[in-house]
């Protein structure tokens, strides 16, 4: 069974540019949380994905926005980048119907901002 | 103040060299408690489920312990392979069951 799939891995963006990130869930896997990762703060909850539907959200500006696809891939988009977005971007896929803590992360998307 | 508080932030331990790290949380209730590693370079790759004080998961090297306030992973004779992050994570009862996360434990095992 293929594991959760990001895309890019690796990025560098300038302060002010915009970027999107590529999530491919476990197949089967409805819900899709993203996560951003920094050695000072840890993990980090930027939303959640259930059925195209945002079902939480985590405390991000709104230049962190998400969406969910049909086949339950997801994408989540940065606008206005700022130095203290550069973090490596997880996102985690689960069945999604009981709500449970087990999660099946990426290898995540490094960005770095310039 | 953190809901999940990790201890130590980083521990070198030399190999067969048995310890324990510590997650100490302070949800009301709780939902579950897990633990995850993350090897660099690498998203987190989950290891086990606590539910209710008491309970006692194993794995190869690794036993994780649960009581109402905190949960030990007690690595037994560590192996370099064994050098990784070990992170924790509660989900708290009666809220959203989105787990908070630890900043967690680097694990360094010298051969």
């Known amino acids: 069974k293929a594991g959760v799939t990001q895309t890019p891995r690796y990025l560098i963006k300038t302060r002010g540019q915009q970027v999107t990130l590529s999530c491919s869930p476990i197949s089967g896997h409805r819900s899709v949380s993203w996560y951003q990762q920094t050695p000072g703060q840890g993990l980090q909850f930027l939303f959640e994905y259930f059925s195209e539907t945002q079902r939480n959200k985590g405390n991000f500006p709104g230049r962190f926005s998400g969406r969910q696809f049909s086949n339950s891939r997801s994408e989540m988009n940065v606008s206005t980048l700022e130095l203290g977005d550069s973090a490596l971007y997880l996102c985690a896929s689960s069945p999604g119907t009981g709500g449970t803590g087990e999660l099946f992360f990426g290898e995540g998307s490094r960005l770095t901002v310039l | 103040e953190d809901q999940v508080t990790q201890s130590p932030e980083a521990l070198r331990l030399q190999e067969g060299e048995s310890s324990s790290l510590n997650c100490s949380y302070t949800v009301s209730g709780l939902r579950g408690l897990f633990w995850y590693r993350q090897d660099p370079g690498k998203g987190p790759e989950f290891l086990f489920t606590l539910y209710s004080a008491g309970e006692e998961k194993e794995k190869e090297r690794l036993k994780a312990t649960l009581t109402k306030k905190e949960s030990f992973l007690h690595i037994t004779a560590p192996k370099p392979e064994d050098s990784a992050t070990y992170l924790c994570?509660?989900?708290?009862?009666?809220?959203?069951?989105?787990?908070?996360f630890g900043r967690g434990t680097s694990l360094i095992v010298h051969p």
């Open positions: 994570a509660v989900q708290e009862s009666g809220g959203s069951y989105i787990p908070t």
